[in-house]
Every structure is written in structure tokens, then in C-alpha cells.
């Protein structure tokens, strides 16, 4: 692959994982919106709408997003397996997505229910929120998470890349660390510990938003 399809493939990925974290964020607001109301026939509504952001939007860009994603490092100097970030992400992004695909057809047998029955069976449909709440809110999480692996690139090599590493010079490859020498230094700068107390923060105030909108942790 070369430089211009690089860039067009990362251009890609960039767009489909942005509109990825957009579209959960929008999930989200539904379901807060329809738990915080009174209103049943919005709670009916509001599954009907998360059916089909689910089904048309954010299984297409997450699904667009892990395939740009094993392009880009598959056709640059990072690699698949010789980077601990990379590894990182790559996992996160899998298990995203498989859960998601799990997920889906109890979405979508709450939005038939809703069709179906309507403000007969309410109360089950806004117990059925609270999963939607958890779900999506550990999602946003995990995906913050891979984003900020992506764009901060912590330093470190798989027992696979270093390997590599010691046998490039003989053979007169070029070396397994990418020349850009900026993404280095910011990798250097910024150690996985400091990474892991940025996302427990995102945690800590993920739970507070719930506590104070909901007054508290629905039950899943």
C-alpha cells in the first residue's frame, strides 16, 4: 500500500471511529433521556430510535472501524503484533465489537416488544434501559480508551517485535520503531500508568454523571 492510500485508508479509519464514539455518545443520550422522563410513550419511541442507531450506525462504523484499523496496521511500519499499543487496541477493538454484535439482537427484541405492546408492558421497557445505560456508558469508556492508545502510542514492544528488532539489522531491514521521532518523544512522555489514571478519572466521573442524573447506579 502505498503513501496516498495510507492516508486514504487512515482518513478512513479516523472518520468511522470518530462517528463511532459520536454515535454512542447519541445512544446514550436516549437512553438517559428516556429513563430521566415520565412519559411512556417516549420510553416506546426511544426504543424504536436506539434499534435502529444501533442496527444502521453503529454496527457499520464499528465493524468499518476494526477493518480500516487491521489495514492501517497491517500496510505501516507499526505492525499487528510487534507493538503493545497496538496489540492493545486491536483487542479492545475485537472484544468491542463482539459485544456489540452480542448485544444486538436484545435491542432489537425490546424494540419489537415496544411495537408490539406499547405502554402495556412500560415498566419492563424501562427496566430494560438500565442494561442499555451500563452497556453503552462501559462502551464509550472502552472506546476513549482506544483512542487515546491510538493517538498517544505508549511506548513498548511485543516479545514478537523484539524479535524482529534484533533480526532487522542483520538482514539490512529498516527498523522495526517508525522514523517519526515525534511520536517517540510523546510516547516517552506519557508511561501506561499515567494512561490507566487518566481512564479511571473518565470512570470516576462517567459514575457521577449517573448518580446525579439518576440518583444512583441502575441495577443490570
Not at 437512553?31 to 415520565?38: F, K, N, P, Q, R
Not at 412500560?122 to 493517538?151: F, P
Not at 524482529?164 to 531491514?173: E, K, V, Y
Request: charged share 10%; proline share 5%; net charge positive.
Amino acid at each position: 500500500m502505498n503513501q496516498r492510500h495510507r492516508k486514504l485508508v487512515l482518513t478512513l479509519h479516523t472518520t468511522v471511529t470518530g462517528a463511532w464514539i459520536g454515535s454512542v455518545v447519541a445512544y446514550l443520550a436516549l437512553v438517559i433521556a428516556a429513563m430521566t422522563g415520565s412519559n411512556d410513550r417516549n420510553v416506546v419511541s426511544v426504543w424504536s430510535a436506539l434499534n435502529l442507531l444501533a442496527w444502521y450506525v453503529i454496527v457499520p462504523v464499528a465493524i468499518s472501524s476494526l477493518l480500516s484499523g487491521l489495514a492501517i496496521a497491517l500496510a505501516t511500519p507499526w505492525g499487528l503484533f510487534s507493538h503493545k499499543w497496538v496489540v492493545s487496541s486491536l483487542g479492545l477493538t475485537v472484544a468491542a465489537v463482539a459485544v456489540l454484535l452480542g448485544h444486538m439482537p436484545t435491542v432489537s427484541n425490546y424494540a419489537s416488544e415496544a411495537a408490539s405492546n406499547g405502554l402495556t408492558d412500560s415498566q419492563a421497557l424501562r427496566a430494560g434501559l438500565q442494561g442499555e445505560l451500563l452497556h453503552a456508558g462501559v462502551g464509550l469508556l472502552v472506546l476513549l480508551t482506544i483512542q487515546a492508545l491510538n493517538i498517544y502510542k505508549p511506548a513498548g514492544l511485543t516479545r514478537h517485535g523484539r524479535r524482529l528488532q534484533a533480526d532487522r539489522p542483520t538482514r539490512g531491514s529498516p527498523p522495526a520503531e517508525p522514523p517519526a521521532a515525534p511520536v517517540a518523544t510523546r510516547a516517552a512522555s506519557l508511561p501506561w500508568g499515567r494512561i490507566a489514571w487518566i481512564h479511571v478519572a473518565i470512570v470516576v466521573a462517567l459514575f457521577a454523571a449517573v448518580h446525579l442524573v439518576l440518583g444512583g447506579v441502575p441495577n443490570h
